[in-house]
């Protein structure tokens, strides 16, 4: 019997993934290749997310947080395109970023990706296209066909080269799912509309035509049936169209075809339907090959799997499904299944299938037979994988017999394969031998051309001889690569060798096929070797390598340019080709390398290297660019006498500071060229370098006593240098090479020398000219310094130069210093005569005052002020002198203008105060007034003066805290200065009030005011003062300022009493506005300051004012007065505050007296929120007639926010009306609800169709007891998972649970029906009808959530449904544990022992094991034997030994054994030594070694049976306890065991100690047997002694006669030896020649020999047995 011609199976349950259920459906989740899965989910936690799934490794799925309309997956990439209403976006995954994005102006109500890099998009009226290659916006193709107007889009196909589209779309009608396709066709640019529900494309080889034709296929079914179309459109290729009929099921009732998927590798079409069932059919005879329902659920989505070359769909359940064909089986089912040969011959050639070749043999064998080669040639090329095209049959055709006047049957034959399409190789190298031979090239070259020659060396070589170029295509097609090459540089086409071998991967010997390009055509070599180097993936060749074969052949110049180009880039790792590609050129060609050194092309050289060959090569500026040691940079500098200064100063920039002085010390050392140039060039050089510091060069200079270097290098920078010691050694330098003008403009211009230093360097030098000194010392005030040094050394008139005429400012100084020095006071006078105006007067003063001398000046003084001389300095001075002589000092004070107050009054104050008075007023000095005064009690001229003074500075320095005679200056000033002043004086006055307020002395300014305004003066009607002193009465004196306000007049009363009552003065404040008739003010400080409400309302009755009851309603308003406020707003008339008083009335619930207000408001306010709340009065007042009156009327009301308030605060008569008048729907349900009106409540519900509605309404149907109405909002409710537990728990907790199962078996039926019901109907089986939930459970168990159900049958006991669950679920390890836990009802031994199989937790097999020794222990054995592999056998024994049943597993114990483990081992050896099966146990130790041998030795040892001893001296034996394993022999008197054991041990004392035994227990036999068997361990003299003691010497004798024997013959064995040796040294000794014997060599006083074969040891003085003591030779 056949099998199957197709494999179908569960690939992926994707709910396993947890991707929630509710998304497997044709708007979640897309599959647009075989290589992911997208699916739209939303979570749980009701989130929306995009998973995508590969499907090669779907395990490890990948979400993102995106909401999307849809998303689709790129067929090939990680690519992702979503939708959110017109907005698409494609992006990619791995690169993670945004790819394209466009917003479509049209509603899009399908895409899909056609290839992988087109999207389509179908919008209401039309098809796009959107490609990624480009920045393009989607692209229209055509406009959809009118009969695809109102259906729902299922698919868009399209042939691979997009020249034929079909849009594929269903729609209901009359009770049919009808299909309709807009067939479209780019190139016409037509559409044409079909009856069609599923449809695609593909490409297919007509037999005999010359191209593929264009498939296209597409089925339908209608009322009469169902049909499936084969055509061909576009450009005919002879394809002959079918129509076939399409077969469904009767059980397929509303069946139609959703998918089609073509296979062109077996020419087979798919055709899947809704309800699940494939349709396999022959695309070129359109017979039907198979049909089986694949899917229990409905399919909703496939795709065309590559790999298998069948289709994957996924159904609502969520399983990913792989159906394919049978390679197999499908040949033989269509042959024999089908009995339809001729479709299995055609399928079985065309794809390579086998199942056939009898047939074909069969056939082929006729056509022979007949002589009908060419027909026979025909069949061979259509054999399926070409079995019968094989050396064989050209054998068997060129053996045939030839027809005269005709073709060889060979010919015949490759004739009708060359009908049938192309020759295998064996066959081309047959035809092509003749075709050569007779030169028929062009035949060649056409069946070339027409592919109908299989291309490979062997015909290459066989062409290659006629026809070079068609060899090179031969070995081209047939990926002959080094056969490719070797012609290619044949003939000169060298560059095309690196093209070819990148193409085709074909890595050559490059260096091999480089040196033979060099050596053929060497000027192809330069062009390949680039093109080497330069391969996109990187050099093909060695870059060294190159150079190595460049040089080979001398070819320095093309390697240069070659180097020059790979090394551009100038990388670090190509140091090493570098320096090659200089020292090349450095030896070959300096210039160039000169050249390329220029350029700085290159930095990572080897520069010792090339600096080297550039020294010897004669380019020593090189050498020294790259000479790093300074020793190499000072030879090449010294020798080298052709550098350029130019360079070298540039070089010498380049170094390190030390380097560069190392060097100029080295040119000023071997001065060796003319004229000095060493020195110019290390001034050059001194001077540029940047880091060379001066003090360096000065010292180097200073080193060679070279001041002209000096001199020349500091002149270069002196003039930019801030250096002192720079400019002080340019002085010296000048100074010591004669260069005074350059000393002098040095010390009279620079900033920057030492000053101290440089004075007494000039002081040493005694120059000629003293102006350098004069200089220093007047710039740096060194004065005295040079005053004194010219006094001492009697240069006087250098004195006199420097004061009359370089610097006369100094005069006084001089002066002063030549009266120290007692000079003639004449020559002094004279002097200063002399200096004239040109020194300043207040030094000169200064000078003779601090020397008592001021006099000496008086005539120079009068002589200034005679000549109109106005300078202070002067005048001060004669005033000086004019006080101190008492001559009209009074006179000279008040009438000379020019002399300075400070200082002179500062000079009179403790000669004379009242003079100083008089000079500080005149000058206006206040502070100093002030100082004074104070100091001499003057207070009353004080505050006169000040008074007068109007100074605002002055004032507070008077008035300050820190002056301590504050007080009797203000006491002064307000009795005395103050009275004295009259309107003239209102300035003064001003100022002063102003400054004693600025000082915040209130009491004083409050004194002050009083004086003004209470008493008789020129200021009692000022209003500023008046203000002035309400206020500072507010701050200092509130009790005075009642009194103040009934005595003044004509003060600025609304802005004091409102400082009067921020500063809590209210009664105050209230008397100035009732005083002055401000009643809104006055009332507001009743109700806001004082808060005296009565007395405000008694204020507002006399002003009888409406904004007065205004403010008074508010504060009655804010003190709850509501009934009086709202009496008061009416007086008022004012709405203003509406929103407050409606929030106090419905605080106090006063709704009668709010009707009143509102309705006054309303006729001044048109405000949504009084039309509201005067809508809700009329509810809280049950004046619902008045209410539904306003409603139907003009109104600004919230109705809708009325009703909902009305609701909750249970006005439902209210509230119904409102809601009605609104047709809120869901409210008017929950109203009706609240009113018992259920039926009107459901057909508002019907009305509003929400969740919610349906809820509340059900509930109450159900507390209503109304279940009939409760299941009609049930229904709508239950198909909401989010509602389903809800729904549960409110009729589980009344009680209703048989209506609550009805309900919800009601709802399996529905078509929104989802997992949850199916999963909470199991839940409510398992609690309240256990007998329907097997059934249920069998029937649904893809549709349930089966975490949530087996908690329930855990919860509620149900324990064989939980095992069921576990098995289904494939869950072995809880199924196994639910039987053992709870056997009675769960249990059974075959269903256990399969499950058990499948549990890999080695914790739940070991509770199996002891379940087993429990419950059921006479199948123990048969559990652990069928357990065997996944058992820790180690830890089974444990558990067995421990629940002392290790009995009960012999059977599994010996099973096992064969593993060699040792518990197994240990456990059954324990077995058989307590069943005393010795047998078994010997059997046991003998074979398996994985035990505690000693162990059990020890305890067998004392055994009471002799045969578990003598397996205890065994074991011994086996663990090498020689001794004991012999004893125990010993002791059981079992010789031959002993011997065997004395035997193996290899141990001398054992084998003697038991031949010594057998000796005194008198045991010939035994003794003689161990002489036999341990002969090789016993020692002869031992022995000896032995046998000799027990006069055994008779049994010895056999031992010691073999001994002597084998001892005689390895005695003549080493004097053999011996007189080798001897024989050797003597010939040693005559060949020495009489050199000393070396230690060692076989002298007579050396050791020689060693242990030989015999355990002795030779030597010169014989031999001794190395069993006896040892013995020490002579070395």
Known sequence: MTGLPIRFQELLQLSSLGINPQSFSFNSLTLESDKFACVREISAENHSCVTIVDLEKPQTPTKFPVTAESAIMNPLEKVLALRAGNHLQVFNIDQKKKLKEHVMTDQVVFWKWINNTTIAIVTKTAVFHWSLDNTNSPSKIFDRHPALADTQIMNYRTNSSLTWLVLIGIAQRDEMIVGNLQLYSTERQLSQNLEGHAAAFTNYQVTGATGLSTIFSFATRNANGGKLFIIEVGESKGFQKRSVDFYFPPDAEGDFPVSMQISQKYGIIYVITKLGYIHLFDLETGTTIYMVRFSPHVVFVTTFNTSTNGVLAVNRSGQLLSVSVDEANIIPYICKTLQNVALGLSLASRAGLSGAEPLFQEIFTKSLQAGNFREAGKIAATSPRGFLRTAQTILRLQSAPQTQGQLTPLLQYFGGLLDAGPLNKIETLEIVRPVLQQGKIPILEKWLADNKLECCEELGDAIRTQDVKLALHVYYKAEVHAKVVAILVEMGQSDKVVDYCIKTSYNPDWSTLLRNIISVQPQTAVSFTTALLNAPQGPLLDISTVVDIFLEKNLIKDITGILLDVLRPDRPEDGALQTRLLEVNLQHAPAVADAILGNEMFHHYDQKKIAVLSERVGLPHRALEHYQDINDIKRVVINNQGLKPEFLVNYFMQLKPEDVLECLRDLLKHNVRPQNHNLNLVVRVASKHPELTPQQIISLFESFNSFEGMFAYLTNIVNYSQEPDVHYKYIEAAAKVGNFSEVERICRDSKYYDPEKTKNFLKEARLSDQTPLIIVCDRFDFITDLIKYLYNTNQFKAIETYTQKINPANAPEVVGILLDLDYNEDSIKSLITGVRNQCSVEDLVAQVENRNRLKIIRPWLESRANEGNVDAATHNALAKISIDTGINSEQFLKTNQYYDSRVVGKYCEDRDPQLALLVYKRGQCDKELVEMSNKHSLFKPQARYVLQRQDQDLWRLVLSNENEYRNKFLEFLINSAIPECTKSNTEEVSIAVQAIMNADLPTYLISLLEKLLLEP??????????????????????????????????????????????????????????????????????????????????????????????????????????????????????????????????????????????????????????????????????????????????????????????????????????????????????????????????????????????????????????????????????????????????????????????????????????????????????????????????????????????????????????????????????????????????????????????????????????????????????????????????????????????????????????????????????????????????????????????????????????????????????????????????????????????????????????????????????????????????????????????????????????FLREYVTKVDRLVSESDQKLAASKSAEENSLGQPPTPGSGSASGFVGGFDESGFQNNTTGWVSSSLPSVYFPQ
């Open 1017 to 1602: 003066s020129d200021f009692r009607e000022t209003k500023s003062l008046k203000n002035l002193l309400l206020l500072t009465a507010i701050k200092a004196e509130p009790s005075k300022l009642m009194g103040y306000i009934q005595k003044l007049d004509g003060y600025d009363s609304l802005d004091i009493a409102e400082i009067a009552i921020k500063s809590n003065l209210f009664e105050e404040a209230f008397e100035m506005h009732r005083k002055y008739k401000h009643h809104v003010q006055a009332i507001q400080v009743l109700v806001d300051n004082i808060k005296d409400i009565d007395r405000a309302h008694e204020f507002a009755k006399q002003v009888n004012l409406p904004e007065v009851y205004s403010i008074l309603a508010k504060a009655q308003l804010d003190e709850k007065l509501i009934k009086e406020s709202i009496n008061s707003y009416l007086k008022a008339n004012d709405p203003e505050n509406f929103l407050e008083v409606i929030k106090a009335c419905k605080e106090g619930s006063l709704f009668e007296d709010l009707i009143r207000y509102l309705q006054m408001c309303r006729k001044k306010l048109k405000e949504k929120v009084i039309d509201s709340e005067l809508l809700y009065t009329f509810a809280k007042t049950d004046r619902n007639s008045d209410l539904e009156e306003f409603i139907t009327q003009s109104n600004y009301a919230e109705v809708q926010e009325i009703g909902d308030r009305c609701y909750n605060e249970g006005l439902y008569e209210s509230a119904r009306l409102l809601f009605d008048n609104v047709s809120n729907f869901p409210r008017l349900a929950s109203t009706l609800v609240k009113l018992h009106q259920y039926s009107a409540a459901v057909d508002a519900a019907r009305k509003a169709n929400n969740t919610r509605t349906w809820k509340e309404v059900n509930k109450a149907c159900v507390d209503a007891k109304e279940f009939r109405l409760a299941q009609l909002c049930g229904i709508n409710i239950i198909i909401n998972s989010d509602e389903l537990q809800d729904l549960i728990f409110y009729y589980e907790s009344r009680g209703h649970t048989s209506e609550l199962i009805a309900l919800m078996e009601a709802g399996l039926g529905n078509d929104r029906a989802h997992a949850g019901i199916f999963t909470e109907l199991a839940v409510l089986y398992c609690k309240y009808s256990p007998e329907k939930l097997l059934n249920h459970l069998k029937n649904f168990h893809s549709r349930l959530h089966v975490s949530k159900v087996l908690r329930a049958c855990e919860k509620y006991q149900q324990w064989a449904e939980l095992t069921y669950l576990y098995v289904q679920s494939n869950d072995p390890e809880n199924a196994a544990v639910t039987m053992m836990t709870y056997p009675e009802q769960a249990w059974n031994h075959a269903s256990f022992l399969e499950t058990l199989q499948n549990v890999p937790i080695a914790e739940i097999v070991m509770r199996a094991i002891r379940f087993y020794l429990s419950e059921h222990p006479l199948l123990l054995n048969e559990l652990l034997i069928h357990l065997k592999k996944k058992l820790d056998h180690t830890r089974t024994v444990q558990l067995l030994i421990s629940e002392d049943k290790l009995a009960l597993a012999r059977d599994y114990l010996v099973d096992v054994q064969n593993l060699n483990n040792y518990a197994v081992n240990e456990s059954l050896n324990g077995l058989y030594l307590e069943e005393e099966d010795y047998d078994s146990l010997r059997r046991s130790v003998e074979t398996y070694d994985a035990i505690d041998s000693i162990r059990l030795a020890n305890t067998l040892k004392n055994h009471e049976l002799i045969e578990f001893r003598r397996i205890a001296a065994l074991l011994f034996k086996k663990n090498k306890k020689w001794e004991e394993s012999v004893e125990l022999s010993k002791k059981d008197s079992l010789w031959a065991d002993a011997i065997a054991a004395a035997a193996s041990s290899k141990e001398t004392t054992i084998a003697e100690g038991l031949l010594r035994y057998f000796a005194e227990r008198k045991q010939p036999n035994d003794f003689v047997n161990v002489l036999y068997t341990c002969y090789d361990l016993l020692r002869p003299d031992v022995v000896v002694e032995i046998s000799w003691r027990h006069q055994y010497s008779d049994f010895a004798m056999p031992y010691l006669a073999q």
